[in-house]
Structures are given as structure tokens and as C-alpha cells.
């Protein structure tokens, strides 16, 4: 069985000849150490300071007009699926993320209208940008800003799913996805949490219409993702604080259950799974994430309360699980025992029955390549069918 049929039949539920293995990882380091390769990532510095930064801060509205760092992520995406395919992944996220536009050499706005700082990686490298505010603080602001039309995003993300597909969809099973565009998360960040909040109790309408514009991105989304030939997609949307929903699950379903069970059924008239990513404590989520209509829940974060067995007893027969092994201490600072520990854990509260996808929880700077090639080695070893308690 390969790679590709392995995850398939675990996304319907059913029992590979062995449990899957998924990839979320986007860090530079661990990608170029993988692949044996020189960290091609460039230096803050070299963007901030001297000569070279006044350059660059000059150089800002060509380098957004040419589109040439968006080019750039665009290239690592398939540096990060290939590096996915030499460590022995069975599944790889597809995420784009070429969505930035420089202001200077110290912040970028994204195309959804949210600002960012531009910061180092503890190499001291060009990281992913960081979350400042929403720029979008009134309904006002937000109708006035320049929100990319969904034909835009279809064709922005077909051509690139379309390609990596080409090259590695026969080797390991692809799914793509957006960055920044969940309903919540896009909606939130715009305008920034507190404006939002304000909003969601006096304007719940101009809410609502902000999250039926981002449902048309992710409809064309799933429409990309399937004429590119990939057959699943991750839904990125964090809902909730290691303390559980950032808001009532049932506001949350009065608002944007409706546009998120149109984009689940959409997907699957298509012919794609939908998985969605969540991190924080989701245990009051689960079985809305079912209702919602998707087909798998990855993060389920260990350090935010949230127990494998528990999800899998709630909804495992209704969802396939992702897990969930620790990138805070396990995935970044375990020993050989504790990773194999993880993963014999994992397996033993999720895989009984099938539908159970290995992974970690996240991406993270500090996990350690070793780390994942041990979680890779102990999932071969302990996570063929049938697997024993």
C-alpha cells in the first residue's frame, strides 16, 4: 500500500496497513537540514541595516509590484513537500502563504487587510511575519479596502497547486490549503479582536458579511484545490485559547455555521476531504467540527487540555483523528524514550479501529529534525494494523 492509499483509506475511516503520518512543517532550518541543503533563508539584517536595508525599504513598492517575495514562498512551498517526501511522510500540508505586501522593511500588511512585524527566527532569519492589528477597525474601513476577488485566489492557487501536484502528487498525498483566511481568524484579525468582539454583539450582520466574503475565497479555494487534481484541503482556523472557545460555540455556530457547512458540502460535492486545523482547547468544538461537516480535526493540543482518547471516543467514528504529539517539550526537547512513548500513546488512545493520522500538533522553530524522524521510525514500527494495546 502507498502512501497515497494509506491516507485515503484513514480519512474514510477505514484501516491502512499502517497508520499515516502527517506534515504540517514550514520552518526553513528544519526543511534545508532535511534536504542536506545550505539555509537559503535570508537575514533580517540584511533587509533592516545599512546599506542593504535602506535599499530594500526603497526598494519595497517594485519588490510588491514585481511580486517577487511572494515568488519566493511560493518556491519553498515545493522545497518544504519535497523535504516531506525524503524524511517518509505519507501527507503533506499544501499551504499557500504568499498572500504578504511589504510596507518598508519592518511590517507587511496581507491582501485580507491585517498588518505585520517583520521578525527573526532565533537564527536570525527572515520569519514568518507576526500578527500586530487589524487595519480594518470599522465596517466602513473594511468595505472601502481592496478584498481580492475569489477568481483572483482560484487562479493565484491553481496554478500553483496544480504544479506541485504534477511533480509530487503521485509520491505523497497533498492538501492544500490558505493562510490567514479562516472565517474567525480572517474576519478577527481584520479588524483586530476588540473591535470585532464589539462588532459581533452590535453588528452581527456586517459579521455575517464579512464571513459569507470569506466563504466565496475558500468555495474558490476547493475549486483550485480540485481542478489541480489534490484530493483534500486543511481549513486553518483557530478558534479558541488553551482555556477553551474564544467565543460562545453557539455564537460561533449562529454566525458562521451556515458559511462553514456550505464550504464542507462544497468540498465534498467535489470529491475533496476538508480537514480542519485548530489549535488551542477544541473539547467544546468536537462535535461541531462533526455538524460542520468536516472530515478530520488536526492540532488537538496535548498542553491545551486535550485528551486523544476523549476525542476519539466522541468522535472518532465520525471524523478521522490527527495527533497530536507535543511540539512544546516532546517534538523540541524529548529524548528518543520520550518521543517513542508519544507515539505508542497516540496510537494506543486513537488507532484501535482505524481512521488515525499521526502528527504533531503544529509547526514549531524548536522541534528538532531527529525528533520527527523518531516519531517517523516508532509510528513504522508500532503503528501496523492490526496494532496491539
Excluded at 133 to 153: F, K, M, N, V
Aim: with cysteine; glycine share 8%.
Amino acid at each position: 500500500m502507498n502512501s497515497i492509499e494509506r491516507t485515503a483509506i484513514a480519512l474514510n475511516l477505514g484501516i491502512p496497513d499502517r497508520v499515516p503520518i502527517y506534515s504540517e512543517t514550514v520552518i526553513q532550518n528544519q526543511i534545508y537540514e532535511i534536504l542536506g541543503e545550505k539555509n537559503k533563508a535570508v537575514p533580517l539584517r540584511l533587509i533592516q541595516e545599512g546599506l542593504t536595508g535602506t535599499l530594500f525599504k526603497l526598494a519595497a513598492p517594485l519588490i510588491n509590484r514585481i511580486g517577487w517575495s511572494n515568488r519566493q514562498i511560493e518556491k519553498f512551498m515545493s522545497k518544504k513537500i519535497e523535504a516531506d517526501i525524503v524524511l517518509g511522510y505519507d501527507c503533506s500540508l499544501a499551504g499557500y502563504s504568499a498572500i504578504f505586501n511589504l510596507k518598508g522593511n519592518r511590517q507587511a500588511t496581507d491582501i485580507w487587510g491585517k498588518l505585520y512585524d517583520l521578525g527573526a527566527d532565533p537564527d536570525g532569519n527572515v520569519d514568518t511575519p507576526m500578527y500586530r492589528q487589524g487595519l480594518l477597525t470599522t465596517p466602513e474601513l473594511w468595505d472601502a479596502w481592496p478584498h481580492p476577488s475569489p477568481d483572483r485566489i482560484y487562479r493565484a492557487l491553481y496554478r500553483v497547486f496544480a504544479d506541485l501536484q504534477k511533480r509530487y502528487g503521485e509520491r505523497i498525498y497533498l492538501l492544500g490549503s490558505l493562510s490567514c483566511a479562516g472565517l474567525w481568524e480572517a474576519s478577527s484579525g481584520d479588524m483586530g479582536l476588540t473591535a470585532f468582539s464589539v462588532a459581533l454583539h452590535r453588528n452581527p450582520d456586517f459579521v455575517r458579511r464579512m464571513a459569507k466574503y470569506y466563504e466565496t475565497i475558500w468555495l474558490a479555494t476547493i475549486r483550485a484545490t480540485a481542478d489541480a487534481g489534490m484530493p483534500a484541503l486543511v481549513y486553518e482556523d483557530d478558534l479558541a485559547y488553551k482555556s477553551g472557545p474564544m467565543v460562545s460555540p453557539r455564537v460561533l455556530d449562529e454566525i458562521f455555521g451556515p458559511s462553514l457547512r456550505r464550504i464542507t458540502e462544497e468540498a465534498h460535492k467535489r470529491g475533496l476531504k476538508i480537514i480542519i486545523h485548530c489549535c488551542g482547547n477544541v473539547n467544546q468544538l468536537l462535535d461541531l467540527f462533526v455538524d460542520w461537516g468536516f472530515d478530520g480535526a488536526q492540532a488537538l493540543e496535548p498542553t491545551a487540555g486535550v485528551d486523544l482518547a476523549e476525542v476519539k471516543k466522541r468522535v472518532g467514528k465520525r471524523m478521522c483523528i490527527f495527533g497530536n504529539l507535543d511540539i512544546s517539550h516532546v517534538m523540541s526537547q524529548g529524548t528518543r524514550e520520550e518521543v517513542e512513548a508519544a507515539v505508542k500513546s497516540a496510537i494506543q488512545a486513537a488507532a484501535q479501529d482505524g481512521g488515525f493520522i499521526m502528527g504533531k500538533t503544529n509547526s514549531h522553530y524548536a522541534v528538532k529534525v531527529e525528533n520527527t524522524r523518531w516519531m517517523i521510525e516508532y509510528t513504522h514500527r508500532y503503528g501496523v494494523y492490526p496494532v496491539t494495546h
